[in-house]
């Protein structure tokens, strides 16, 4: 019996040893669980972070996109004012009675005279009458032409365009923040 006490003693031994093994194995697996767990804790935390600011991110774009297209479409509104502000002025130029027209011409005359001597003048059809009895111009030639004059020396290379379109484009470049500053403050 010595032998079944001695074999009996090393399965109580072996068993508490499996035992020992067995719960240092299930220490150590619910270490690598806890472990993977906070690893897992960890990468959603800094998922979530991330998704947040992507979030964030967005968001501003579409902030920043509304308010582009918010400010384009202003500018385009201000644009249209401005075209047809353009528009409005040179209707009225374009279609001046005879007697304010006929001054204009007489103004444009002066100023032209100081630049060119004897100017050959080109003027729409019709408004010749308008200039007759200017001293000091040369040939009168009417053509198909805007309302406006157009002075030539007599050499033709020098030329002073007074048409009413072109006289307007000039002045509203120049003064386009001015008309600007007026119409939008």
């Known amino acids: 019996m010595a032998l079944d006490e001695v074999i009996e003693s090393v399965m109580e031994s072996a068993k508490q040893k499996a035992e020992a093994l067995q719960q ?3 220490k150590e697996r619910a270490a690598i669980l806890k472990q993977a767990d906070d690893k897992i804790a960890a990468k959603r935390l800094a998922q979530q972070k991330e998704l947040e600011a992507a979030l964030k991110r967005l968001r501003q774009q579409e902030i920043s996109s509304a308010e582009l297209e918010a400010k384009r479409i202003v500018l385009n509104a201000k644009k249209d004012v401005m075209d047809r502000s353009f528009q409005v002025a040179l209707d009225s130029l374009l279609s ?3 007697g304010n027209r006929g001054r204009m011409y007489r103004k444009i005359l002066e100023n032209g005279k100081t630049v060119i001597k004897s100017p050959k003048v080109y003027c729409p059809r019709g408004d010749a009458r308008l200039i007759s009895g200017v001293a000091g ?4 030639e009417e053509t198909d032409m805007e309302p406006g004059l ?3 020396d007599a050499s033709g290379k020098v030329r002073l365009d007074y048409r009413f379109r072109v006289v ?7 003064e386009l923040k001015n008309v600007s500053n007026i119409l939008f403050g």
């Open 168 to 174: 307007l484009e000039g002045v509203w470049d120049k």
């Open 150 to 152: 157009i002075l030539e």
């Open 96 to 98: 001046m009675d005879e």
């Open 137 to 140: 111009l040369g040939k009168v």
């Open 24 to 26: 240092e194995a299930e």
